[in-house]
């Protein structure tokens, strides 16, 4: 099996609904996420996906979610936008267009990740 990984980062503001605490008030987060993919066959290349390729795709996504208030997305009315519905959320939207993703990780700090994979 081969595996590729690509960072990238957006800024977005949110709050948490049905949370108590200080997360429960409107802030921001400066988001890294990865995206990694994986597959058994390589091109002629030998290459299992153009990093360029996946960078461009994965950062129409992100370009989505820059510098908005996740809560108002209509994605996200009425559910709570947290690292781990975020990172459900880009992980659906880069399995349409690459079926070899097969897991996104998303940072809200540098300490702080939440995966998304689907079980086989």
Do not use: Q
């Amino acid at each position: 099996m081969f595996e590729v990984k690509i960072e990238t980062s957006f800024s977005s503001a949110h709050h948490l609904l049905n949370y108590k605490g200080k997360c429960e008030n409107p802030h921001g987060h400066n988001w890294k996420v990865e995206v990694y993919a994986k597959g058994d066959k390589l091109d002629k290349s030998n290459i299992l996906i153009d990093f360029k390729v996946l960078k461009k795709e994965i950062n129409e996504i992100i370009d989505y979610l820059d510098h908005k208030d996740l809560n108002e997305l209509s994605e996200f009315k009425g559910e709570s936008p947290s690292s781990e519905f975020i990172a459900r959320f880009i992980y659906k939207k880069a399995k349409e267009r690459f079926d070899l993703v097969y897991r996104v990780d998303v940072w809200e700090t540098i300490t702080s990740r939440a995966s998304y994979f689907e079980e086989n």
